[in-house]
């Protein structure tokens, strides 16, 4: 077999995932020593290098101050799960909420290495042996703006002093930035724990209540039970109550007039009905008021007209307490009733009759006064 057709035979094994920089070799393993493993292993990586490398515009300008090789990869074959999820975005400084309301650019990340035109040579751009560094060495002499003298200050001091305090600056607007995003993020916390109780002072302890997308149901609040302080007797005596108040309660629940409709009555109902029975009870009242009118006549009513609804007025009859009643009480009570009777009738038959052109008795004209009185009223 020729070199072609190995090399075929060889990429035919090999499958490469450049999204996830993985490379699959399925040719066996077995009875292959630790140096061939190696060495096979070297080989697989240097395919994987070059099918990287073919991945690379070769029509780009090059551009020394970026890296080597920079491409960009293509999409991944296999999606593998994640062992911790995706981070959250993280809070934007001031600074950074500055720079997007005006819509300036993202601070671009600068490289570490600087030319250093004293030294002729490339430099860290911070920290030991860096540029401002080799700077400050090289300066020996600092231009006075200030117009002080010499014997007062002294220039080099006063740098030193202003580079401190700019740090100090940068430290402290890093400490407010930190408590910024500590406060956001306890205002969230407290808003929830606001909504939650919100939710439980309603009568359906928030079972009705919109939910957000992403807010979880509630968790059920369990009584904690001391385990050191349980007792058999107290619990119970505790199970007996409740028994006892969930009967009574089923109890009152039967002998309670069901609503057929099943809903509770809306408020316009409940206005009329108590509308109804303010007028019967002003009915009722008008009604006493018309029967205390009539009998209050020398007739007792007996003469007056009656409305078509107006029944006629019962008679009222004395109630007797049989605790308090006596058969002498009672007999000495007759025989003055039949002695006033008697007087009565004796007045009547000597009493000489009343002619058509006399003059009636005051207790009759005072009747007829009442009935013209009550046949205006009711005009």
């Known amino acids: 077999m020729n070199e072609a057709g190995l090399k075929k035979e060889e990429e035919a094994h090999m499958l490469y995932d450049l999204g996830n920089l993985m490379m699959v070799d399925t040719h066996s393993f077995d009875g292959l020593d630790d140096s061939e493993v190696l ?3 070297n080989k697989n990586f240097e395919g994987m290098l070059q099918a990287l490398i073919s991945l690379k515009d070769k029509s780009e300008a090059k551009d020394f101050d970026s890296p080597i090789l920079e491409v960009a990869l293509p999409p991944k074959m296999l999606e593998f799960p994640r062992q911790k999820p995706i981070p959250k975005p993280k809070p934007l400084t001031k600074w950074e909420k500055f720079r997007v309301s005006k819509g300036l650019r993202p601070h671009q990340k600068k490289p570490r290495l600087v030319y250093d035109e004293i ?23 600092v231009e006075d703006t200030t117009g002080i003298p010499l014997s007062e200050r002294d220039p080099f001091d006063e740098r030193v002093k202003q580079k401190k305090l700019r740090i100090e600056k940068q430290k402290l607007r890093e400490v407010k930035n930190r408590l910024a995003i500590v406060k956001s993020e306890k205002a969230k916390e407290e808003i929830g724990e606001a909504l939650k109780i919100a939710q439980r002072s309603t009568a359906s302890m928030g079972k009705f ?36 108040i969930i009967g009574k309660r089923e109890a009152a629940e039967t002998t309670k007039t069901p609503n057929l409709k099943g809903e509770r009555k ?40 009656k409305a078509k609804s107006e029944k006629p007025p019962k008679p009222q009859k004395e109630k007797i307490d049989a605790s308090k009643w006596n058969v002498k009480d009672e007999k000495k009570r007759s025989l003055e009733i039949l002695s006033i009777i008697g007087k009565r009738e004796a007045a009547e038959t000597t009493k000489t009759p009343n002619l058509k052109g006399e003059r009636k008795s005051k207790r009759d004209r005072k009747d007829k006064k009442d009935r013209k009185g009550k046949k205006k009223l009711k005009q």
């Open 39 to 41: 060495s096979r292993a």
């Open 119 to 141: 030294t002729k040579s490339w430099v860290p751009r911070f920290g030991f042996k860096s540029k401002k560094h080799i700077e400050d060495a090289a300066t020996g002499i």
């Open 209 to 244: 209540d919109k939910k957000a997308k992403s807010e979880k149901p509630p968790k059920p609040q369990k009584e904690k039970i001391d385990a050191s302080k349980w007792n058999v007797k107290d619990e119970k005596k505790r199970s007996l109550e409740i028994l006892s």
């Open 266 to 305: 809306s408020k316009r109902d409940r206005k009329d009905k108590k509308d109804r029975k303010g007028k019967k009870k002003a009915k009722e009242e008008i009604g006493e008021a018309l029967k205390i009118a009539q009998r209050s006549t020398a007739s007792m009513g007996k003469f007056d007209k």
